[in-house]
């Protein structure tokens, strides 16, 4: 995982309700840019699943190396900035989105069966996604132990994020799921898996979105928070399209 600077508010300390004018340039910026890179690999995906399934030209197995390519071009601008800005929120909201473009990169390996074994590539997604939950959790752990802070309530946080995946699910589940029981037992478990992830990996870093809830303006901050975990929705939804049918998270 990557480092990062604790952020914590301490005691006696006013609440701070904007992320800096700098930050929130940068976090415009690399909104701008995750939704545009985004859209050009979604239509890249599906053009490749076309030509493939037409038979209009013989292609080696390249979906990995696209999802590769996609993650790179997420972790990379989002890594730049958050060593760029100096402003505590803004910093901890690019960090946060830093993390989810690891689990994109790391996603591509769930491209190297066939396109036809839809099962086999939902069934890696999900274990590389429970597998990077559990290696952040660890590394969230290991490095607030010697801290003294308040440890965020999961249990609410992985309910809401659950509940949320499968909500999002249902519209893939309808349009792309292919017909059996598992297909889409399979679909569903993996929308609430990215849920979770997103959720977990977002919030609980330095309670950076938590903190901007409670500050002054809450509803700018909670608007905020908002916006930045549907970027890791976003990520995450293009990083798992395995039949040109991401789009339909977006």
Request: glycine share 8%; charged share 10%.
């Amino acid at each position: 995982m990557v480092s990062e600077q604790n952020i914590q508010l301490s005691p006696g300390t006013t609440p701070v309700s904007s992320a800096g004018c700098s930050g929130t340039v940068a976090v415009v910026v690399m909104s701008l840019w995750t939704v545009f890179i985004s859209l050009i690999f979604q239509l890249v995906q599906w053009t490749i699943v076309q030509m493939i399934f037409e038979g209009s030209i013989k292609l080696p197995n390249i979906r990995w190396v696209v999802v590769l390519a996609y993650g790179f071009l997420i972790l990379l601008p989002f890594f730049i900035a958050s060593r760029i800005v100096k402003e505590p929120i803004a910093k901890g909201r690019l960090m946060g989105l830093v993390h989810v473009a690891i689990a994109a990169v790391i996603l591509s390996v769930s491209r190297v069966p066939d396109i036809d074994e839809w099962q086999i590539t939902a069934m890696i997604q999900i274990v590389v996604l429970l597998l990077f939950l559990l290696s952040f959790m660890i590394y969230r752990r290991t490095k607030n132990s010697g801290e003294m802070t308040s440890p965020t309530p999961l249990m609410p946080l992985f309910l809401l994020a659950g509940a949320a995946g499968a909500l999002m699910g249902i519209p893939w589940v309808i349009g792309g799921a292919q017909g059996s029981i598992t297909d889409t037992i399979l679909a569903i478990v993996l929308s609430t898996t990215i849920g979770i992830v997103v959720v977990i990996t977002l919030i609980t870093p330095n309670r950076i979105l938590l903190t901007e809830a409670a500050s002054e303006n809450m509803k700018q901050g909670i608007g905020a928070a908002g916006w930045i975990i549907t970027l890791g929705l976003i990520i995450l939804s293009t990083a798992i399209d395995q039949n040109g049918n991401g789009w339909l998270f977006l």
